[in-house]
């Protein structure tokens, strides 16, 4: 099966830019996450969706991040305005219900953000 | 959820196993213990998960302390594919439960 996909690879912005990312889940995976990890440390999860509703937004700061997943299905991420501090890996995971191994996430490749 | 301490770094040598320790002294007991790794530049993967009896894979064992308040993952034959950052992580069994990374140990496989 296809993993979960993300786009672009890499971006590069000046601070107070806007930036948005994309994920494509596996597909039928109900759940849908995202996390922010800094060079050095573990990811940090910024917002879970269970289909297309937020189960988990409060490590995401709201004030400059944005989350959706209108359909249920792919997601996007945006950042707006981008602050020097953002620069990082924002990762994307999915996981099934239905799967036997229910609580693994598969994760994507990340999009690797470095803002200037 | 409870939080976990690793050892920032760790070395073995190629085909010698590597066992990772993680302390969890404050799991509770409805609590599991997650394994999950991270090869540079890529996202982490799973590798095992239980509750309190020792588990195994085709990638590695778990073994669980009696008192579950630490545990031990065991590379049986470690690679240089191996090389990565390895994530205890101890969280509910549900999908609503979070994923609380911390900085992992680096284990180093070297020839």
């Known amino acids: 099966e296809a993993g979960v996909a993300q786009s672009p690879r890499y971006k590069i912005i000046e601070k107070r830019q806007s930036v948005a990312f994309w994920c494509n889940p596996i597909?039928?995976?109900?759940?849908l996450y995202w996390y922010q990890q800094i060079l050095g440390q573990g990811p940090k999860l910024l917002i879970q969706f269970q289909n297309n509703g937020v189960v988990d937004d409060s490590q995401l700061p709201k004030d400059r991040f944005s989350a959706e997943r209108l359909k249920g299905v792919d997601s996007t991420l945006k950042i707006q305005p981008a602050k020097l501090e953002d620069s990082a890996v924002y990762l994307c995971?999915?996981?099934?219900?239905?799967?036997?191994?229910?609580?693994?996430?598969?994760f994507g490749p990340g999009t690797r953000l470095t803002v200037l | 959820d409870a939080k976990t301490t690793q050892p920032p770094s760790m070395d073995c040598a190629e085909g010698r196993a590597a066992n990772l320790p993680c302390n969890h002294s404050t799991i509770s007991g409805n609590e599991y213990v997650y394994w999950y790794r991270q090869i540079h530049s890529q996202g982490p993967q799973y590798i095992i998960h239980?509750?309190?009896n020792n588990e195994t894979n085709e990638m590695a064992s778990l073994i669980i302390t009696e008192d579950r308040k630490s545990s031990t993952l065991i590379l049986p034959h470690a690679t240089l594919r191996d090389t990565a950052v390895y994530y205890c992580i101890v969280r509910g069994r549900y999908n609503f439960n979070k994923f609380y990374f911390g900085s992992g140990t680096k284990l180093n496989v070297k020839p």
């Open positions: 597909s039928g995976h109900a759940t």
């Open positions: 239980g509750l309190k």
């Open positions: 995971a999915s996981s099934s219900l239905r799967d036997r191994r229910e609580d693994e996430q598969f």
